[in-house]
T-cell receptor, first 114, second 116 residues
Framework: DGGITQSPKYLFRKEGQNVTLSCEQNLNHDAMYWYRQDPGQGLRLIYYSQIVNDFQKGDIAEGYSVSREKKESFPLTVTSAQKNPTAFYLC?????????????FGPGTRLTVL | AQTVTQSQPEMSVQEAETVTLSCTYDTSESDYYLFWYKQPPSRQMILVIRQEAYKQQNATENRFSVNFQKAAKSFSLKISDSQLGDAAMYFCAYRSETGANSKLTFGKGITLSVRP
């Protein structure tokens, strides 16, 4: 089945540690995205990538980093510079150049900083 | 920059009745796309319905339909014959038509509860 997988589902981190969230898609989508979801805030874009080896900052990129070495993978690293990392993180992917370029989402990762 | 506003944080509907969720947006563009996503308690985001700005006809998907008012920059979602499984958070989203831009701008969401 085609889709987007995120791992792990739950992640706990101690303050001061970097942590990497995994996102993989087998939909052959060109574009991938990372969102952060906080209560009452909706989804906010962290980073996105429209092609391998290239990515752009979203609205809240500070304290995060990404890479796009393969079309299928777009890992997100939450660094120790992120002041309030506890949140729900969603990865998405989409085609480019079609009419809607609608985004499909993974199941999410809940990150908790202890 | 575009903004999306969902001013009602919570709504409730009786099972089998109809409910309308409001969404307004701000843009200077003439071509764009609008979406409604559903997030049930599992937190999996699901696309409910989509609308192209240049199409005057309102989109419909089974029990879900939209009222798209381009001049008013309004994009409301109507759910008919509400079911218990419709209980979820609903997000309105905007996408620009500019170039290959595929970014979505989301509203803050509305929590819909369905009373049996």
């Amino acid at each position: 089945d085609g889709g987007i997988t995120q791992s792990p589902k739950y992640l706990f981190r101690k303050e001061g540690q970097n942590v990497t969230l995994s996102c993989e898609q087998n939909l052959n989508h060109d574009a991938m995205y990372w969102y952060r979801q906080d209560p009452g805030q909706g989804l906010r874009l962290i980073y996105y990538s429209q092609i391998v080896n290239d990515f752009q900052k979203g609205d809240i990129a500070e304290g995060y980093s990404v890479s796009r070495e393969k079309k299928e993978s777009f890992p997100l690293t939450v660094t120790s510079a992120q002041k309030n990392p506890t949140a729900f993180y969603l990865c998405a992917s989409s085609t480019l150049g079609t009419r809607y370029n609608e985004q499909f989402f993974g199941p999410g990762t809940r990150l908790t900083v202890l | 920059a575009q903004t999306v506003t969902q001013s009602q944080p919570e709504m409730s509907v009786q099972e089998a009745e109809t409910v309308t969720l409001s969404c307004t947006y701000d843009t200077s563009e003439s071509d764009y796309y609008l979406f409604w996503y559903k997030q049930p308690p599992s937190r999996q985001m699901i696309l409910v319905i989509r609308q192209e700005a240049y199409k005057q006809q309102n989109a419909t998907e089974n029990r879900f339909s939209v009222n798209f008012q381009k001049a008013a920059k309004s994009f409301s979602l109507k759910i008919s014959d509400s079911q218990l499984g419709d209980a979820a958070m609903y997000f309105c989203a905007y996408r620009s038509e500019t170039g290959a831009n595929s970014k979505l701008t989301f509203g803050k969401g509305i929590t819909l509860s369905v009373r049996p």
